[in-house]
């Protein structure tokens, strides 16, 4: 298998991208990247209703930058005891290490650039 210096451009269309819907608060994500398993950038794009919450008690990888784009809607963001109101257009990048908690005030659409630590 070519290491991700020597992989040739992929490409992957917007049907093929997987989905997932959480159906207690009708989350959705999408990952929009091409999967590879020696890259370590992908985008996720996410759909949040109106008044959902979702919640996590630990990072799935800690250390995990991300880079948050809200491009429509608006969002309240707690990481690590920090709270951010986040509008359409605005864009937050932290280090994903403790809790986080994102709440979508009126309904809310996002795109998240996750890298994994080195």
Request: a negative charge; charged letters at 20%.
């Amino acid at each position: 298998m070519a290491d991700a210096e020597s992989a040739p451009p992929t490409l992957i269309r917007a049907p093929e991208q997987l989905s997932w819907r959480d159906p207690e608060t009708g989350y959705v994500r999408r990952v929009v990247s091409p999967p590879h398993p020696n890259l370590q950038a992908e985008l996720v794009q996410v759909e949040l209703p109106p008044g959902a919450t979702v919640s996590y008690d630990v990072s799935p990888i800690p250390g995990l930058e991300h880079h948050l784009w809200v491009l429509e809607g608006e969002l309240t963001i707690e990481l690590d005891g920090f709270v951010f109101a986040v509008q359409r257009g605005d864009c937050i990048r932290y280090i994903l290490n403790g809790p986080s908690r994102f709440n979508s005030l009126r309904g809310t659409r996002y795109m998240l650039a996750m890298v994994k630590p080195k």
